[in-house]
């Protein structure tokens, strides 16, 4: 009877949960897989004229691959492989050359992907895209 | 004054004076350019101001065949003539029998006269050996080369543009010992027909298969009338001329002596055009650098002919020669010739008020003859006798000169090297076991060899793929739309290499390798080829933009130089580094902890003690987000800058790079976004 009882109030539970309003729960889970541009950064509005272009592509596989132009020149490539940590909503890699990057904090609201450092002042947001440009990947070192 | 000096002229004929070192007093410093060879029957004058036709009467003393100007003005060009002073050059002819040095030194006394100069005779830098090559049957018009872009059947064959390792260069060869021209050509430019080349050396054959298309023609001349058709003060110059015979320009004149050998030209000016811009994609022969893809689309040759048969080039020659390639539309001067004499300084080599060469050389640079810079660009060879310095002109300290290196990416045995020496390039070498496969391939004049290609070495050769590769870099500029002045582009120039240092250190018996050298101990050449070995997939880089360099905030960090100034950023002597107070303020800099170890490997401390450079490494600390410019200054081409009374040193040079401050560590120095 007890087991029963305790199977009960846990389906209830179950159901109520899936109909309480909790604002944590209206997040959707983040998926950074796809292709993004960099749409906003602090650095950017810091570096006045500097031109500052990124394109990420998470690929559903775990590899990612980052077209970047920083000031004048061509599109560096780089490659690698990354994680996300769905709970934590942490992002890190590791490029090619073994290199470790972030972990960043990964946010998704709408089509904008942000990308923080945990307590840093730094805010850089992606906006997705159908893909990288021709004129990227085609412009590259 | 005629007849003291004709009395002058006459007890120096008794007793000749045995050098210029004889000239009295505050004359000696008049006179200039004394080389190893020199013309008997003629010198050179320069006059403080320019001499009226009455003033010129009175100096035609007896002794003095005749005195004429020596360049020819140029319409539209008359003030910048008179901004270098070449109207008031004029060549001193001597009566047979005149005693050279008494001329000199009593002309050197007149106080009308600023400078006077030896009528010296340049070496071509090359040993002028050649090896002919016959041509491979031609593979089909529509397969490109195995080894590039080019259907060339003897591109494979020159590892000097792209080399990939092949052992049958040298056993000891090196892959990238080349002008990395390959992708360059793949994917961005072959050349623009508006560069324009002159080849300042033997006369180039015009009409050889794999050139004529790509040879510069002058539009206003009708060929062989006779005539001055253009009114440029040349007969019949359609691809050129010959400053040497003051006629057509001729490749083949020579004879053959009493033991049998040819006596007399060697292909040497056809041999450096090749590699300029032979016609590419042609299915014949051999690849130029400038040459093209095949559509009419390579750089153009003009042929300003110095050296013929036996005659050497005279710095009258020479000096007419460079002016006409100013004159006639020319962007690059292609010099592979030089003088032997070693000189203390710029101004021993011109004695502070200047020498024809130098001022030709000089007015050459100041002409615009195309649309991305505000002059030109003149570039030479350092030399061949295995002297630790360059030789001049090209020592001088603003001139590029080019040092050698073989397909095994070593200094060359018999290279000029260290101060003077300003970049590096292919040159070639014969390796004993290899034979001529290592030394440069390029056209050669079929009548002298029977060939119409051939391999030959020498910094002569290394000379021409620079220009080849400045020719490519104008054209691509010109394509981007992009302008530079003249300087700046000098400096792109030279930090657009590769480290030949690291092969250098390496070299495991401290000597060269194989191949018959390996007495040729490497260590004097440690940081002494220039800045590198130029690049040509660098330069292009360069014109489309530097990339800015990241720093993370909140640590002391090194950030790698070398998008600046080359991968030979390491080995580069730097002077200065200055970082603005809008720079400071902007990323938070911090004053930088500075080296301990500065005696060894020198460090350069921006005055304010926010970066510094050591190892081809920016040492700063910025605290916040933000950017700046900094700017670096080093030295191209040895470690102390030359010019002046300085002994013969490198070039400035001055980048200014763009650093952003990020949080992010930028993949800890992978340079990556994220």
Redesign the interface.
Known sequence: MMKKLLFVLASLALLAGCHEDNPEDLTPAVDVTGSWE?SSA??RV???G?Q?S?Y?VFSSSGSFD?Y?K?????Y?H?TGSYTLNKEEKLLS?T?S?G????P?EAALQGTTLS?N?PG???VDSYRKIDAVPESVTGNV? | MAASLLAALVSCRQEPLPSVVDVPGSARTKVVNLGDEWETSSFLVKFATRPSDAELEDLRFEGVLSMEPLFKSFPGKEDLEREFGLDRWFVVNLEEGAELDGAVSLVAELAQVAVVEYNVIATKASDCKVYPAAEPAAEPATRASASGKFNDPMLPNQWHYYNQGNKSFSAYVARGADVNVNDVWSNLICGDPDIIVAVVDEGVKYDHPDLAENMWVNKGEIPGNGVDDDKNGYVDDVYGYNFNANGPISWNVGYYDGAGYWQGDSGHGTHCAGTIAAVNNNNKGVSGIAGGSGAQDGCKIMSCQIFSGNSGGSTRTVSNAIKYAADMGASIISCSFGYTSAFASDDAYKRAAGSAEIDAVHYFEATRNNPVLDGNIAIFAAGNENHNYAHYPGAFYDIISVSAFGPDFLPTYFTNYGPGCNISAPGGEYYHGVGEKSMVLSTLPKELYKEDYGYMQGTSMACPHVSGVVALALSYAKQLKKTFSRDEFKRMILASVSDIDQRIGAVPSGAKPLNGHENLSMAPYYHQMGTGAIDAWRLMMHIEGLPTLTAQTGRQQWIDLSPAFGTASVSLTYLKVEVPSAAVSSMGLQKVTPPTNTDKYPAVMDEGGYAYVQFGRLYVQPTKIGSGKITITAVGGGDHVGGGSNPPGGMELTQSVSLIAREADGGNGTGGWL
């Open positions: 960099l602090t650095t810091m570096v006045g500097e500052v990124v990420l980052i970047q920083i000031g004048a020149g061509r560096t780089f890699g490029y050359d290199t470790k990057w972030g960043y990308l450092l840093g002042k730094e070192y």
